[in-house]
């Protein structure tokens, strides 16, 4: 059997990990400042996440929801403390797509409506509802398509106000990254987040921050919506929840009434994710790793800001990207391959960085010094025009 080939793979076998750094089976070390697609919050194979499942392995790895798990409890608790949402509800499941098809169907439970608004160049996942608020017709399969959503330009503000005055009454819920990140890094203006909650709060519709990508602590903040100064009524959270152990949930404002049957998965909150979710919080925590993105994201930009030849340096924390001129396009490329330097990229030309929180200062100073002598290599050595 072949596999169903649907992803674009560049050539390495990728067979250790530690830390912010990764080997190749031929012993060839790199700089992941891609974690894994966002999915490394704590950094490779952290020690006591790694202690942290293998002891839970050895006890129990899965019994299905039917019964009491307190690591879910203990989860939930944790997350309250570490997010500063204390009184919210935690839902798990195991995907960032999954997450977000609960947020919408859960809006749309609470308040019986059905439109959903969402925005030019958003991601939220590639099952049913999640991939129709999706802006990448190249996703969207005709049994996804809907009326139902509507797609207004991201951080237009007067256009938000247009549709809530025309749609206001049947608007079940918006959806919104804080950052967009498959997108290009999209900061969502903290007044428009703002304009955001008082629509849905004047009518009744439900405000979803999908925090896949841009949150647990990506931005500096937990959620990268927390810079708006509001509350949304759903977070929902996949990625850096597990470092690459598969878990997702989304948090429920208390103002939302749980109703058994209405959301439910098989998966979802098992021993063996909740043990490997609380590690990641226990480490955020203990080894302040939001303050380090903070820190280290600042040193990056400043410093990306400084090369003339890259433009529109932009992010939070550590969720960074900039523009690279057409002279440049081989730059991504160059840096994997020159450099050893994992990065990642929004079409048609944005290098997205998305490293472990835990990338150390000396480090984002080695992939400072290699993007300067791979745009060097480039503006001296110009590709031969076609
Ligand atoms: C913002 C956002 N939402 C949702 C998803 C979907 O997550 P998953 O691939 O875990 O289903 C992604 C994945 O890239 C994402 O970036």
């Given at each position: ?91 798990l499941c195991n995907?960032?797509?999954e997450a977000?098809?609960n ?145 997702a ?16 998965t098989?998966?979802g ?118």
């Amino acid at each position: 059997m072949n596999l169903f080939d649907v992803y674009t793979i560049n050539e390495i076998t990728i067979v250790k990990a530690k830390g912010s750094y990764v080997w190749d089976d031929k012993g060839e070390q790199y700089l992941d400042l891609y974690g894994g697609h966002a999915v490394i919050s704590i950094g490779h194979t952290h020690p006591h996440w790694v202690n942290r499942i293998e002891e839970q392995l050895e006890k129990i790895a899965f019994y299905s929801n039917s019964i009491r798990i307190p690591l879910q409890q203990q989860l939930a608790e944790k997350l309250g403390k570490v997010s500063g949402k204390e009184d919210y509800q935690l839902f798990l499941c195991n995907s960032g797509a999954e997450a977000n098809e609960n947020a919408l169907k859960l809006a749309s439970f609470h308040n019986g409506r059905k439109k959903v608004v969402a925005f030019s160049k958003s991601f939220h996942g590639r099952t049913s509802l999640a991939v129709a608020v999706t802006d990448n017709k190249n996703y969207v399969a005709p049994v996804n398509e809907t009326g139902n959503v509507i797609f207004l330009p991201f951080n237009d503000e007067d256009a938000l106000e247009e549709c809530f005055k025309e749609n206001g009454k049947v608007i079940s819920s918006v959806i919104i990254e804080g950052i967009q990140g498959v997108g290009g890094i999209n900061v969502a203006d903290d007044s428009f987040l703002r304009k955001i909650r008082s629509l849905c709060d004047e009518n009744g519709a439900i405000y979803i921050a999908d925090s896949v990508q841009c949150g647990y602590g990506r931005s500096g903040k937990f959620f990268s919506h927390d810079f708006a100064g509001v509350n949304a009524d759903i977070y929902t959270m996949a990625k850096g929840m597990g470092n690459g152990f598969p878990v997702a949930g989304i948090i429920v404002a208390p103002h939302i009434k749980p109703k058994h049957f209405q959301l439910g998965t098989t998966f979802g909150g098992n021993h063996l994710a909740c043990a490997a979710a609380l590690a990641v919080l226990e480490i955020i925590e203990e080894e302040k790793l939001m303050g380090n993105a903070v820190m280290v994201g600042k040193y990056i930009r400043d410093e990306l800001g400084s090369i003339p030849q890259l433009k529109n340096v932009r992010g939070r924390g550590l969720m960074i990207g900039f523009d690279v001129p057409e002279e440049l396009k081989d730059l991504k490329k160059n840096l994997l391959w020159n450099q050893k330097i994992f990065t990642g990229e929004a079409k048609p030309n944005v290098i997205r960085l998305l490293p472990s929180l835990a990338l150390k200062k000396r480090d984002a100073e080695q992939f400072i010094e290699s993007i300067k002598e791979e745009i060097h290599n480039l503006v001296s050595t110009p590709n031969p025009v076609s």
